[in-house]
Nanobody
Framework: QVQLVESGGGLVQAGGSLRLSCAASGRTFSSYTIGWFRQAPGKEREFVAANRWSGGTTYYADSVKGRFTVSTDNAKNTVYLQMNSLKPEDTAVYYC??????????????????WGQGTQVTVSS
């Protein structure tokens, strides 16, 4: 049973930082792609970042490029999303997800097989 558990959300002022964690269990994730998505009220879920658990290129949405960074701690089976220079428009529920099919696009939420419960990030102006 694959389980993804996010944590680390909260309320922060504009310009501040947060680090989200995505703890994975139930499977060996080395061949999976881990994606981060966010969903603001009244909006569709949108891509934030994705990379293969085993390493390689990390892809970022243009809106977060240069501010957000993905990293992986294999010993803890955890993926992190470091978010710096936060803006009010970053306010959303953030989700991590795991994609098992290597050749499907990591940009689309429908291509992901497992999802965490989400964690709220609120950035005040």
């Amino acid at each position: 049973q694959v389980q993804l558990v996010e944590s680390g959300g909260g309320l922060v002022q504009a310009g501040g930082s947060l680090r989200l964690s995505c703890a994975a269990s139930g499977r060996t994730f080395s061949s999976y792609t881990i994606g981060w998505f966010r969903q603001a009220p009244g909006k569709e879920r949108e891509f934030v970042a994705a990379n293969r658990w085993s390493g390689g290129t990390t892809y970022y949405a243009d809106s977060v490029k240069g501010r957000f960074t993905v990293s992986t701690d294999n010993a803890k089976n955890t993926v992190y999303l470091q978010m710096n220079s936060l803006k009010p428009e970053d306010t959303a529920v953030y989700y991590c997800a795991a994609k098992t099919r290597a050749y499907s696009s990591g940009y689309y939420p429908n291509n992901y097989d497992y999802w965490g419960q989400g964690t709220q990030v609120t950035v005040s102006s």
